[in-house]
Every structure is written in structure tokens, then in C-alpha cells.
């Protein structure tokens, strides 16, 4: 499969505003999320490469690395149970979200300003998406001019109507186009809506986000950021390659785009 054809879906979404690309050149706040019992360094060639291709295209960029469940110094236990209660009890209650709060704590010490962007990988991409929200009641963001959130390899978890448009989801499959990433089966977009008729239907993407991408990679959940041989395929781009391209794309897009 060309690396070109990662799977793009639409979605349908409420009205919305994001910047189109002329913007001035400014700051961007770029956040990565880890998941679960994460290794300290393990997102770190992730986040350099994308520094690397904003400033390219003439941003000025912070970054910073959250562990909003900890790295594999704590309980492995203890964090799956954070991130379950996160993902099925509170699911429609971000308030409450045990990652969101840490990760929005970390955001709320540091200077407001500029373009956020919020990388979460696995678990990491549910407190992501729960410190949005904990932060937009809060008045540090707005649904009119919302970050941008990506997540990578994370179960699936409900997205705001207001946040569709600026959250992009992105999974593994392998040369045969199937999911490779067991992680990205876990947890629902789904909910109950009604049909033409009143009659109340289920929707398996009633609250998916605004783009899905599937990404050609070798391995599965622990890889999308690798970069030796072993993960370099047949036209020379490895997995991080691939998983950065995706991204930057996406995100390029989200500028050029007017949704009004």
C-alpha cells in the first residue's frame, strides 16, 4: 500500500472555524502525551521530528513531554485502572478524568499563547482530550478556536461535536489493511441517535472525530514511532516517517481549511 493512501474518513460535524494557513507566523505549543507505564524517552524522536518539519514551515515551537499516568517507574496496575476509569465510567464526564486533570494541570503552568497541539499516544490521547475540556470550561480555550488533538493508537473514546473538527485519530494496519494495533479495538465512538423517523438507532460513529487516518506500518501498538531498519519498509520511510507525514499533514490542513 503506498504511504500516500493512509485511509482518510470524513465525518459530518456542527459549523466551526479554524485558521486557514495565511495566519501570521507565530508560536505553536506542542504537547506529547504518553500512555501507559511509557518509558521517559519513548515519544522523544516522535517529538523532535515534528519540531523539525514545524519549524520548517516557520513556526517557532515549544514542546513539552506528559506522563499524565505516570512512566514505568509506577504501578503498571495503578495506571490501567487510572486509565479504564478514564476511558468506560467517566467517558461522557471528562471533568472527572484522572489523566485529564494531570494533563491539564501541567497546561495550566505555562504561559497561554499561540497554537496548542496535543499529541497523545494510547492513554495519552484520552487525557488529551479530557484536559480540552477541563481547560474550555475553564476559559482557557474556546469551541470557536479549539487546539488541535491527535491520537495515536488510543481506544476510542467519545469526541465533543465542538472538537471533531480539530481531532484527528490515527491507527496501525498492516500490508493486508487490517487494524495491527489492538489497542485502537478497545472503547466506543458510538451512541444512540435519532433516525428520520424519531426512532432512536444506534450509531457506531455517532462521536468519532472528524479524520481517522490508518497508517501502513510495521509492527503494532508500541511502534509507531520506530526508525531503525527493522521498520523502514520497501520505499525507504519507517514508521515514524509515516506516523510524522500523517500528522503534519492533517495539521497543515486544519489551516488551510475554513469550515464555516
Known sequence: MPVDNYTTVPEKHPRGRIPPLNIPIQSINLYLLAGVATDPLFMEGFGQAMK????????AVRSELLLPYGDWSRS??????????DLWPIRHRPLHSIGGNRAADALRGTSPGGVTLLLGHSGGGIAA?????????????????????????????????????????????NANGKLSDPV???????????????????????????????????????DYFRQGQAYVN??????????????????????ETDFR
Open 52 to 59: 523539525v518539519r514545524l519549524h520548517q514551515a516557520g513556526w
Open 184 to 222: 485502537t479495538r478497545l472503547g466506543s465512538w458510538g451512541g444512540w441517535r435519532r433516525n428520520a423517523y424519531g426512532i432512536p438507532v444506534w450509531r457506531a460513529k455517532a462521536d468519532s472525530p472528524g479524520t481517522i487516518v490508518h497508517l501502513p506500518l510495521i509492527g503494532g501498538h508500541a
Open 76 to 85: 503498571i496496575f495503578t495506571q490501567l485502572r487510572e486509565m479504564r476509569h
Open 234 to 255: 520497501t520505499e525507504g520511510l519507517s514508521n515514524l516517517d509515516i506516523t510524522v507525514r500523517a500528522v503534519y499533514d492533517w495539521l497543515k490542513s486544519t489551516w
Open 129 to 173: 482530550l479530557h484536559a480540552t475540556s477541563i481547560l474550555t470550561r475553564e476559559g482557557w480555550f474556546t469551541p470557536s478556536d479549539p487546539p488541535r488533538i491527535v491520537q495515536i493508537g488510543s481506544p476510542k473514546c467519545p469526541i465533543p461535536a465542538w472538537l471533531r473538527k480539530s481531532t484527528l485519530y490515527a491507527a496501525a494496519v
